[in-house]
């Protein structure tokens, strides 16, 4: 039965990684519980040989002249009965056969076992979400909640819902479709790991320009930062380490090839990569694009006047003032745009 017991542990430690030292441990509990249910006792020890594949559970009690209390207490003369070496004052053990527990004691310590199952694979799959915080995984939707507009999908590591407002609006989510989220939050609650996945986080944008441009994965190209309507338009900005590379060149690639599954991936959304600069007023110029700037004058730390041509006034700001947003967002910098 114990050999069976430790292949049972040693399977679980395999197939769900939970730590046979871990269950070993709620073992021990589980059986101290069925006893003291049993007895009503605490008195007891839990003797295991992870070695030998063995557990033997022993009775602690007092050893006395006179007993007053059976639970806790046996005579000298018993003791010795046990084990010649047993000294008045000391502690006798005696070894409890599990056969005696009834059959609601051994259901209680049941329990205890089974919860720190799910206490432990609750706890791994905290940890591999924790691993992949701020991280983009792909995941399966597997299903669609038409009353709340939530979407379940399947990360690999557990089942999670997309809730509405992290989803790119007008997007069109399906059974079976295989989509990329970012891992924006893991909280530990006592049911388990509740975990928010956004499709509009500009964290998103950030992590598919790493994952799809080679020169931002070896670090000659950095990003600097990304503002994001989702669904809409996104801006990042970019810089090269090595003067020879164009960083917004290697970023869109020949053609647009590169930026190109990052759009598909986004569903059509719009990505201006723009040149990141120390000098603000080139930043903010830059930022702005596609719109052309005729100057920059900073009025103040954070605070900036832009002139562009009348014609370029509405590109600029943009429709309902999303240009100069974003690139506000970008920079930092509160940006007030005239026209010539």
Do not use: W
Not at 295 to 321: H, P, Y
Request: hydrophobic residues 40%; glycine residues 8%; aromatic residues 4%.
């Amino acid at each position: 039965m114990n050999a069976e017991f430790f292949a049972a542990l040693e399977k679980l430690e395999k197939d769900k990684g939970i730590p046979r030292d871990y269950m070993l441990e709620k073992v021990e509990a589980a059986l101290i519980s069925a006893y003291k249910k049993d007895s009503g006792a605490n008195n007891v020890r839990i003797a295991i040989d992870a070695e030998k594949k063995d557990i033997k559970m022993y009775q602690r009690k007092e050893i006395v002249l006179e007993v007053t209390n059976e639970t806790t207490e046996i005579s000298l003369e018993e003791a010795r009965k046990i084990n010649r070496r047993y000294e008045l004052g000391g502690i006798a053990e005696i070894e409890i056969k599990p056969k005696n527990f009834r059959r609601l004691s051994t259901q209680a310590g049941k329990q205890v076992i089974i919860q720190g199952i799910r206490e432990a694979e609750r706890s791994i799959i905290a940890n591999e979400y924790e691993n992949k915080r701020e991280e983009v995984i792909t995941a399966i939707v597997t299903k669609t909640d038409e009353s709340n507009g939530c979407v379940v999908v399947d990360t690999g590591t557990s089942e999670a819902a997309i809730r509405k407002e992290e989803q790119i609006p007008g997007e069109e989510i399906k059974v079976g479709d295989r989509i990329k989220v970012f891992v924006t939050e893991v909280r530990r609650e006592q049911k388990g790991p509740i975990v928010t996945l956004s499709r509009t986080h500009p964290g998103l944008v950030k992590r598919l320009f790493e994952t799809e441009i080679p020169e931002i994965q070896s670090g000659i190209v950095l990003v600097k930062g990304v503002s994001r309507e989702a669904g809409s338009r996104s801006k990042i900005a970019v810089v090269s380490r090595d003067a020879d590379v164009d960083a917004v060149g290697a970023c869109i690639g020949n053609k647009g090839m590169r930026i190109a599954s990052i759009v598909e991936e986004l569903r059509g959304e719009k990505i201006d990569v723009v040149q990141y600069s120390e000098d603000m007023a080139e930043y903010i110029r830059a930022a702005l694009a596609p719109a052309s700037v005729l100057s920059v004058t900073m009025d103040g730390e954070r605070s900036a006047k832009v002139v562009v041509a009348n014609d370029q006034l509405s590109l600029a700001i943009g429709k309902e003032g999303q240009n100069a947003r974003l690139a506000a967002k970008l920079t930092g910098c509160k940006i007030d745009i005239k026209g010539e």
